[in-house]
């Protein structure tokens, strides 16, 4: 079965300082991946999505960047965070050229400060 | 690019009645509409998926409907429960390869 890791669950970071936060799939190759931002209250934000290795879109310019340096990997990156990069991030994947449901990891709560 | 709408305020319904979440979709008609739970500091779970040529589609107590002369989607939960309390999200895909566009939730409270 397939599976999807994120971590870590909860960040504290001062302004200033840089950010990376990964993200694997287990049991699936060639996932079509994602980042997502959710502010408090609000819902989901595409920031990131890939089709393949290297291949990143960015929907929102911002303090942020991704990589995918692996088929199953998807890494969500800041050389100096904002307070507003604040917020709960959320990766997920799809199966590849399917019409099938997004599967999420379990967040990881950024604050800056 | 596609804006999805969805009920802001909380929706509070009396436990056993039927739920039923508003998403209205600009810009595009969808190929496919997805519908998500989200409990609090998790992550959403796939609910019900339906295709832009389905009218309905049912699964347990879920029924969801797609509509593309309104640009809507409908969402029921009937004979809620406690259990169902969560705030729930639309989804649209473009294409089977798209991006998952998700609108801003609807939170629901089924009270005892």
């Known amino acids: 079965s397939q599976t999807i890791h994120q971590w870590p669950a909860t960040l504290v970071q001062p302004v200033g300082s840089p950010l990376s936060l990964e993200c694997t799939v287990e049991g699936t190759s060639n996932p079509n991946l994602y980042w997502y931002r959710q502010a408090a209250g609000r819902g989901l934000q595409l920031l990131f999505y890939?089709?393949?290795?290297?291949?990143i879109s960015s929907e929102v310019p911002q303090n942020l960047s991704a990589s995918r340096p692996q088929d199953r990997q998807f890494i969500l990156s800041s050389k100096k965070l904002l307070l507003s990069d604040s917020g709960f991030y959320l990766c997920?994947?799809?199966?590849?050229?399917?019409?099938?449901?997004?599967?999420f990891g379990q967040g990881t709560r950024l604050t800056v400060v | 690019s596609q804006k999805i709408e969805q009920n802001s305020e909380a929706l509070n319904i009396q436990e056993g009645k039927t739920a039923t979440l508003t998403c209205n979709y600009t810009?595009?008609?969808?190929?496919?509409l997805q519908w998500y739970r989200q409990d609090p500091g998790r992550g959403p779970v796939f609910l019900l998926l339906?295709?832009?040529?389905?009218k309905e589609k049912r699964k347990e107590r879920l029924k969801v409907t797609f509509d593309t002369t309104l640009k809507q989607s409908l969402f029921h939960i009937t004979a809620s429960q406690p259990a169902d309390s969560a705030t729930y999200l639309c989804a649209a895909l473009r294409t089977s390869y798209d991006k998952v566009i998700f609108g801003p939730g609807t939170s629901l409270s089924v009270i005892p």
């Open positions: 997920a994947w799809r199966r590849d050229n399917m019409n099938t449901e997004a599967f």
């Open positions: 810009n595009y008609s969808p190929a496919y």
């Open positions: 339906i295709r832009e040529n389905e």
């Open positions: 890939s089709i393949g290795i290297d291949q």
